[in-house]
C-alpha cells in the first residue's frame, strides 16, 4: 500500500509525509500518483470542503482504496467522523479524520468568505465573551481568525494502528 494525498494548504501534505515516514511508505501527491498502475492499493488523503474530500472521487476511479482519511479544520469528534462517513462513503474502505488547521491567507477570497460564513455565528459568540474567554475559548477564537495548525504525530495513532493489521 502506498499513501496518496491531496492539499491545498499544507496540512494534509505534512500529515501523508508524517505517516509515510513511521510506516516506512511511499508518500505520493495526486498529481504525483499518475505513473502508479490503476490496481495499486492506496490509503487516500485529502483536505475537507464542505464536508467533502477533495480527491477522494479520483482515487476511487484510479486506484484500489483501502483506507480514507479527511483532513479538517473541525475538532476531531465521532460526529466529525459519523458525518464525514456519511458523505464520503468508499465501499470497503474504513474512514479516518484528522484535525489540520487553517491557512486563511493561503486560500482565495470566495473560498476564505465561505469558510468565515460557517464559522461566523461560532466567532461572533467568543468574541461577545469579552474578557470572560477561558484561555482555550481565546484560543479557539484566534485560530478562527488568524488560523493555525493542529497537525500533530499523536494524532495518528487510529491509522497506525489500522495499518498493522493490514500488512
Ligand atoms: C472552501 C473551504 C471549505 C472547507 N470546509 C471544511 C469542512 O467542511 N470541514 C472542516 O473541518 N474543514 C473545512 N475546511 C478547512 C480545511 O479542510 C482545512 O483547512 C484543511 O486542514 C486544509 O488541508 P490542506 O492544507 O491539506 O489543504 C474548509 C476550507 C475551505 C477553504
Redesign the pocket.
Known amino acids: 500500500m502506498v499513501i496518496v ?11 501523508a509525509e508524517m505517516l509515510g515516514k513511521t510506516e516506512k511508505m511511499k508518500v505520493y501527491s495526486l498529481a504525483q500518483a499518475g505513473g502508479l498502475d490503476k490496481g495499486t492499493e492506496v490509503f487516500f488523503m ?7 474530500i ?1 480527491g477522494v472521487d479520483q482515487a476511487v476511479k484510479r486506484f484500489q482504496v483501502k483506507g480514507v482519511c ?5 475538532p476531531a469528534s465521532q460526529q ?1 467522523l459519523d458525518t464525514l462517513a456519511k458523505a464520503n462513503y468508499v465501499p470497503d474502505a474504513p474512514i479516518f479524520y484528522l ?5 486563511p491567507k ?2 482565495g477570497w ?3 468568505r ?2 468565515n460564513m ?1 464559522t461566523r455565528s461560532m466567532r461572533q459568540s467568543l468574541r461577545d465573551k469579552g474578557s470572560r474567554r477561558t484561555p482555550e475559548e481565546q484560543r479557539q477564537l484566534d485560530f478562527l481568525e488568524k488560523g493555525g495548525s493542529f497537525v500533530a504525530f499523536e494524532h495518528l495513532e487510529a491509522i497506525r494502528a489500522w495499518m498493522k493489521d493490514q500488512k
Not at 494525498?5 to 500529515?15: A, H, L, M, P, V
Not at 485529502?46 to 467533502?52: E, I, R, V
Open positions: 494525498y491531496r492539499s491545498n494548504t499544507g496540512f494534509t501534505k505534512e500529515y485529502g483536505p475537507l470542503m464542505a464536508g467533502h477533495t479527511g483532513v479538517g479544520m473541525s466529525t484535525q489540520g488547521g487553517w491557512a493561503k486560500v470566495i473560498k476564505r465561505m469558510v460557517v
